[in-house]
């Protein structure tokens, strides 16, 4: 897909909820959670879902951003087209 596509494509895209319920993890690791949360700014629900993305963009899915189209930049550190 040419670089034109996929930015009329992501510019189409439209929102959807993901609805995550409570998981029981360590103590420990739930403070380094939202610890990193905390220091990136952002809530821990929004930090799972940037490095599920991360994940995701490594294993080879495209997709236009997270929140928004283009909202991350892994298109920039990937190296991917």
């Given amino acids: 897909m040419s670089s034109n596509a996929s930015q009329n494509s992501a510019s189409r895209e439209t ?7 409570g998981a029981m993890v360590m103590i ?3 403070d380094s959670l939202f610890d990193a949360a905390n220091r990136a ?7 799972c879902l940037q ?3 991360e994940k995701l963009w490594a294993s080879g899915r495209q997709f236009a951003g997270v929140f928004a189209p283009g909202d991350t930049d892994l ?6 087209n």
């Fill in 15 to 21: 929102k959807g909820f993901v609805m995550l319920r």
């Fill in 28 to 30: 420990s690791f739930r």
């Fill in 41 to 47: 700014g952002v809530t821990p629900n929004e930090y």
């Fill in 51 to 53: 490095a599920a993305a």
């Fill in 75 to 80: 298109n920039k550190a990937g190296g991917r």
